[in-house]
């Protein structure tokens, strides 16, 4: 029964880890709490994966109303956060804890 | 710096204000004494350091995406408490109430906790960074009296009401709180790539700004979102239903089979 359960399993995963293995990664890197690039390119109606990493000592928050995105990153630490697909636009973005400072673009075409 | 951690402690704080203002009102309904409030804060802010200090290692989980995936548990089981609170209402027995507390507790102690951690994250790095920690404490505490007024309209507005309608009023606000809950929980898990999040519905920042105090206040007591997804609308309207469903078939029960009640 299990073994069946598994045969019948195995597209969906199959499909799952092919649609993350296709998605475009994107990196962001966060320095002297600015992001690094600050304006980033991305295509339209694609949904891709940011790596997010944090080269500061003290954690920061990526936060994006239009992106609908918040996610607290440690210092010295990496993570991902995956966006779209979306539509052409530019979608800002900021460290919440750094607000000052650390604010950025995502643009879509 | 100091008016964004005014801003950063009042986005905390405000939602899980409301709450507590929300329970609070529900709990002298029920004529519940208030002891739950203190353990629920203590065990929040027990819980809110723990997670907080281990975020760093619960974020690398699953592929980078534990944060997402501990949170939304989080939210969806306050959501499921909520569920819980909003049909005992309905029972005025001994065990019923003993349960009401137990769930009272269980659900401001895992608001606190989702809230907390990023505060605690948040001074944790302050300090690091050799920030002022007096100023922050300052502008922190004007933060949370401004969050902790909200939950105090919020009591205040439940508890002024008449006690034909109190219960409708509970009712509907425990929907729509639970509600935001579930929506919140289901973009984390769109952010983390576990569910599709469809197309984006609508755009309504023109007509309320998400980032406003008003557009705070609203995703606060019905989780409002400018540009919600197809996915999160149809868990929205889910979770309420499901809300509403419950508490009327209770009403229900309890009209027709006052004998049976405990």
Redo the contacts between chains.
Sequence with gaps: MRRWLRLACLPALLAAALARAETPVYEIVIEDHLFYPAELEIPAATKVKLLVINRDPTPEEFESYELNREKVIMGGRRTVIFIGPLEAGTYPFFGEFNMSTAQGKIIVR | ?LL?IV??VLRETLEASVLIGVLLSLSQRAALDYWWLALALLGGALGAWAYGAN??AI??WF???G??LVNAVLQYCIYLQLLAVAVLQYFPGRGPRRCLQVLLVTAVTSAVIREGS?LF??Y???M??GGEFASALTSGFIGLAIGLSAGAIAYFFCVSRRASSARLVHAFLLALIGAGMAMQAT?LL????WISAGR?LWDS?WLLD??SIFGQLAYAVFGY???P?ATELGIYCLAVLAMGAAMFATWRWSRHAPAAAP
């Design positions: 710096m964004d801003v950063i975020l760093g974020s690398d592929d980078y995406t944060q997402e990023e994250v948040f944790f790095g302050f690091q960074g973009g769109i952010q983390a790539d984006i920042n998400e980032t979102e400018a540009r997804s």
